[in-house]
C-alpha cells in the first residue's frame, strides 16, 4: 500500500503529535519525567561557550556566569599553553578545538593545502588546550 503524503501534510502532522506529546507530559507533571528516568543515571550536563581566543578576564567572566569551560579556537601552540593554564586556574576546561570549514575535496591544490595546514594547526593546538 503506497502513501502520497506531501511535505505539508507531514509537517503538520509532526506538529499535531508533538503537540500532543506536549500536553501530555505538562499535565502528568513532575512524577511522569521522574518515572521515566533511567535507573542509575550519573550524566553531569556541563555549560561551555565557543570562545577563539579566551583572555583571563574573559574566561573569569564566563566562570562567574556559571560556565564550566570554553570549546577553543585555532591558536598559536604557546598561546594555548597559556589560555589552558589560565582556565585551570579558574576550575575551567578547554574541552574541545573547533575546526570548521574544510577544504580537502577543493580542484584548487592551494586551498586543499590550506585545509590542511590548518586542520594540522588544529590538531596540534588541540594536544596542549585541552587535557
Known amino acids: 500500500m503506497k502513501h502520497d503524503l506531501t511535505r505539508r501534510q507531514f509537517l503538520s502532522t509532526s506538529a499535531l503529535i508533538t503537540a500532543g506529546w506536549a500536553a501530555h507530559s505538562s499535565s ?16 553531569k550536563l556541563h555549560k561551555a561557550l565557543i570562545v577563539s581566543r579566551p583572555t583571563e578576564d574573559g574566561l573569569k567572566k ?37 575546526r570548521g570549514w574544510a577544504e580537502f575535496n577543493s580542484l584548487d591544490k592551494s586551498k586543499v593545502d590550506q585545509s590542511y595546514a590548518t586542520t594540522e594547526a588544529a590538531l596540534s593546538s588541540s594536544s596542549l588546550w585541552c587535557r
Open 62 to 98: 564566563l566562570k562567574d556566569a556559571g560556565f564550566d569551560g570554553v570549546e577553543g579556537g585555532i591558536i598559536e601552540p604557546k598561546e594555548a599553553e597559556k589560555c589552558r593554564a589560565v582556565a585551570e586556574q579558574l576550575g575551567m576546561r578547554v574541552h574541545s578545538v573547533l
Open 28 to 43: 502528568a507533571g513532575p512524577a511522569l519525567a521522574a518515572a521515566e528516568a533511567p535507573a542509575g543515571f550519573k550524566t
